[in-house]
């Protein structure tokens, strides 16, 4: 179980994801703010921005618009949480590849309740918005793309805290390997 001071999703998806997943808070990646939050497992490598201002939010002909009370209207909006969230998952990208490791990252924005964000077809984000931890985890589990050893590397690169993963035929002059954590698990 993730230990106080864990953001809203850590909890919710740990009960949800096996051991196989790994959560990491504030992961940095490139230059830039870190990543709220990213996921690794066999269903591979989700990047997770969690912040998003509140309101209703809506993509129509190119342009990003926010409900407005006051006017009664759709105004223009910056869609700053969008451009995060999109960015985030490129940036986690390009730091895999510069270490040969797969590549393909799920940018994905998890807004809090009051957050309504959506398109009109052919408008997509380039990013998956699932507020839902149900509709998420099914989400992240839903294909196996990495396999164990990938997830390790993977895991190794992005949390350098951690201890190197014990290699298959070689022994840890500690002795015993070293606790990973897993989903679930905050700094």
């Known amino acids: 179980m993730p230990r106080p001071g864990g953001d809203r999703l850590s ?35 989700w990047a997770l921005t969690l912040k998003a201002e509140r309101g209703r939010f809506r993509k129509r002909n190119g342009h990003w618009y926010h409900w407005s009370d006051d006017t009664d209207s759709w105004i223009p909006w910056e869609a700053k949480s969008v451009v995060t969230a999109r960015l985030a998952g ?7 590849e510069r270490a040969a490791l797969p590549a ?17 077809p052919g408008q997509r984000p380039g990013i998956q918005v699932l507020a ?50 897993r989903a679930g698990d905050s700094r």
Not at 11 to 30: E, I, M, S, T
Not at 90 to 96: A, D, I, P, S, V
Not at 104 to 120: F, K, Q, T, Y
Not at 151 to 158: F, S, T
Request: aromatic letters at 4%.
């Open 11 to 45: 909890g919710p998806l740990a009960r949800r994801l096996d051991d196989r997943y790994h959560y990491l808070r504030r992961v940095f990646a490139g230059n830039g703010d870190p990543i709220d939050s990213v996921v690794v497992g066999p269903g591979g490598i």
């Open 90 to 96: 490129h940036r986690l990208e390009q730091q895999l």
């Open 132 to 181: 839902d931890v149900e509709t998420l985890a099914a989400r992240i589990s839903a294909n196996e793309r990495l396999t164990a050893a990938q997830v390790e590397r993977i895991v190794a690169l992005l949390d350098p805290h951690l201890p190197l993963p014990q290699m298959a035929g070689t022994t840890r002059s500690a002795g015993a390997p070293a606790k990973r954590r």
């Open 104 to 120: 393909v990252v799920v940018a994905c924005l998890a807004p809090p309740r009051g957050v309504e964000i959506g398109w009109e």
